[in-house]
């Protein structure tokens, strides 16, 4: 008999933590519950907005087409002639450019070097002066 009892209060206590079990897992559900009721209730205004966003993009894209065709109008020349004239003309720019270019970074070259000997030459006038040692040392740091 005291077998049975365990056994019967075996099954009570079981019972008792598969209860509160389903009580936890109502909570849960109700909270779920209620997370989704408030997402539900956002979802309103951010659809709306989402649908002026895809309206607006596409009036932007049929704008860019629009513009893209008038840029190729605008571009295109209808004279073959006419279009090879003009990548002749712009060739010729770039390679005057480019001489151009190279003239002055010679130019810049040639100052630069001058430069650098004009300081070699104060460097070693600075040194054949009769002046001691450190005095020497502290104007050429000074530069």
């Known amino acids: 008999m005291l077998a049975k009892q365990l056994t019967v209060q075996e099954q009570v206590s079981q019972r008792y933590h598969t209860i509160h079990l389903l009580i936890h897992y109502m909570q849960q559900c109700r909270a779920i519950q209620q997370s989704l009721e408030e997402a539900e209730r956002n979802l309103g205004p951010l659809k709306a907005h989402n649908e002026l966003l895809l309206n607006e993009k596409a009036e932007l894209a049929a704008l860019n087409t629009s513009l893209k065709e008038e840029n190729a109008k605008l571009v295109a020349h209808n004279n073959h002639k006419q279009r090879l004239q003009y990548h002749v003309k ?54």
């Open 90 to 143: 712009i060739k010729q720019e770039n390679n005057d450019l480019r001489q151009t270019n190279h003239q002055l970074q010679t130019k810049l070259e040639a100052m630069l070097y001058a430069d650098k000997e004009k300081e070699n030459v104060a460097d070693r006038n600075i040194m054949s002066r009769d002046l001691p040692t450190r005095n020497k040392k502290k104007i050429l740091e000074e530069r």
